[in-house]
């Protein structure tokens, strides 16, 4: 495993922004790049550092307004299809706050000067101690059961709890405002609570919450 350093982050990032992909320090991103300005910017990450930056769009359009935090991904694998599609996983690094947006990119897509120093702690490994897993798992059941949902639960029971926290936080379809308080929680305590919340607050609308805390 590449050991990596806040401090060799670069300052300068490629921004993806993709409602609902919320991409995790230490978690995996599938992704189905088709549109050009994108395919150029992973071409040109692939031949530079690698490096996305994955953000949460606050409304609709091909330019929309994008929230200040997101989260870098390294490309981790890459598949390309005869038709110029590309089938990318990123590998979620660090967290980070855009300081400025920068003119776009020759290929049009956007760029940002960032700061890594709030989320330092992304790099260094995750603490399970820290969570109630059995409490977050009985609220999973009854998201599952609501939502008609099935999953191997002797294997997630089998997986550490960090692993778990992200995991569900990245794949449950909660709305944009959530999805990025998630992203912005300060420890991984604090987001296992907020999706505890968002599955319990689902639970008691019967399946039909958009996920919306106050």
């Not at 590309?86 to 660090?94: A, E, I, M, Q, S």
Request: net charge negative; with cysteine; glycine share 8%.
């Amino acid at each position: 495993m590449t050991i990596v350093h806040a401090d060799t982050l670069p300052r300068t990032l490629r921004l993806f922004p993709l409602a609902g992909a919320l991409l995790l320090p230490h978690g995996n991103l599938p992704l189905h790049i088709f549109e050009p300005r994108y395919t150029a910017m992973f071409q040109d990450a692939e031949s530079d550092d690698g490096l996305i930056g994955m953000v949460q769009p606050m409304d609709d359009g091909p330019n929309p307004k994008i929230f200040r935090v997101g989260c870098v991904g390294r490309i981790a694998n890459e598949t390309e299809a005869p038709d110029g599609r590309r089938f990318v996983t990123l590998n979620g690094v660090c967290r980070f706050d855009i300081v400025e947006e920068l003119p776009l990119d020759g290929a049009g897509y956007r760029r940002a000067s960032v700061r890594f120093d709030r989320f330092a702690d992304d790099l260094e490994e995750e603490d399970p101690a820290a969570l109630d897993a059995p409490d977050l798992l009985a609220s999973l059941r009854t998201y599952f059961r609501s939502h008609a949902y099935s999953t191997d639960w002797d294997g997630l029971e089998k997986l550490p709890a960090p692993v778990v926290v992200n995991l569900l936080s990245m794949m449950c379809p909660f709305a944009p405002r959530e999805k990025q308080a998630l992203l912005e929680a300060p420890s991984l305590r604090e987001r296992a609570s907020i999706l505890n919340a968002l599955l319990d607050l689902d639970a008691k609308s019967g399946g039909k919450s958009a996920g919306t805390l106050q």
